[in-house]
């Protein structure tokens, strides 16, 4: 019986594939070693939840639980194991990590795969800042594993071993974009779409009559900064506007910017970390907030998973971070797409 040339089972692509694979698992056992000796727990969150979690921009998978009745219960392929994990904070473990199949759907491309794995860890009692210092601490430990002394992709390089250079995003709009961004949020939080959008349209970028802030925002930070990030030396880019950070507390040090960062090496973000929100009432009122533009944008919006706004209640101050697995193995293999580090990839059917 033929089979299709291209099929990633193919013995002729497997055995070319199988290197990166290879090393992928040599990377995890390592990561699951450091983590084991740095006194953290690995859990194992369930993929089915209630809700898929509440970001604006976020497409689950739905589905839908049968009971002997026949009643069914609607429920959705987590795209975190962020809520589980957070429970269980809040059932006192004070460190813990998990290696999670996540799925997210409308996405797929050289970076994206609607199956993937997320690798995330929490430290109750912790400052966010402490999470840079974990990432680049596994950085370290992904080139000593590799054996290699590059993470690459496209032509671009980021030395793994180096100190990651740490830049707010004010700095970086300001420095790559000419774009006063703080300018554009007041005290409150509230943010100025007019004052963005002249600015944006003053950096050459184009501006639609239906953008919002958020869509301004983000067409900077792709355009203009993300190209820039994590070239020669990893990049950590930290103090994002509070509405841009819906899990994240404020900063103590200005109410316009919350606790949320996120690492980049060779233009690629790889993760995305916070000191955590445990302001129940807040939460909803964000869960709320990015419901309500989901509705707008695509039609649809998710439940709130309640036994987590309960929970969130008793949760300690901590600091939580979720890496994606599958792209940090790429950069270490000098892969060009994520399917190559992905053992057993989602066919894709549609055009």
Same mark, same amino acid.
């Given at each position: 019986m033929s089979q299709p040339a291209d099929s990633w089972w193919s013995p002729? =692509? +497997?055995?070319?594939r199988r290197p990166a694979l290879l090393l992928r698992n040599r990377i995890l056992a390592a990561f699951? $070693?450091?983590f084991d000796a740095g006194g953290f727990v690995e859990v194992d969150a369930a993929c089915l939840q209630v809700s898929p979690g509440n970001e604006a921009h976020l497409s689950a998978f739905a589905t839908e639980a049968l009971g002997a009745s026949g009643a069914r219960t609607p429920l959705y392929? +987590?795209?975190?194991?962020e809520f589980a994990c957070k429970k269980l904070l809040a059932a006192g473990e004070p460190r813990l990590f998990s290696v999670a199949r996540v799925f997210r759907? =409308?996405?797929r491309g050289p970076l994206h795969h609607p199956e993937f794995t997320m690798l995330e860890w929490y430290r109750a009692d912790a400052a966010y800042v402490a999470l840079m210092e974990d990432c680049a601490a596994l950085l370290s430990l992904t080139a000593e594993t590799a054996g290699i002394c590059r993470l690459t992709f496209r032509g671009r390089e980021a030395d793994p071993r180096a100190e990651p250079e740490r830049l707010t995003l004010a700095e970086a709009f300001e420095r790559f974009a000419g774009i006063d961004l703080l300018a554009t949020v007041a005290p409150s939080g509230e943010t100025d779409r007019d004052a963005l $959008?002249? $600015?944006v349209i003053g950096a050459g970028l184009r501006v639609a009559a239906d953008d919002t802030w958020a869509d301004l925002f983000s067409r900077v930070l792709v355009a203009r900064i993300e190209p820039h990030l994590g070239m020669g030396r990893p990049t950590i880019l930290y103090g994002y506007p509070v509405c841009e950070a819906a899990l994240a507390r404020p900063a103590a040090h200005d109410p316009r910017v919350a606790e949320r960062f996120e690492l980049y090496a060779c233009g690629v973000e790889l993760a995305n970390g916070f000191g955590e929100l445990t302001d129940p009432a807040e939460q909803r009122r964000r869960f709320e907030a990015e419901m309500a533009e989901k509705l707008r944008v695509y039609g649809e919006r998710y439940p709130i998973d309640e036994d987590f706004l309960a929970a969130l209640g008793h949760m300690p101050e901590a600091a939580g971070i979720a890496l994606g697995f599958d792209r940090l193995a790429m950069l270490a293999c000098g892969a060009s797409r994520i399917d190559d580090v992905i053992w057993t990839p989602v066919v894709e059917t549609l055009p």
């Open positions: 002729d =692509r +497997h055995v070319d699951r $070693a450091w392929l +987590h795209t975190s194991p759907n =409308r996405e $959008a002249d $600015a």
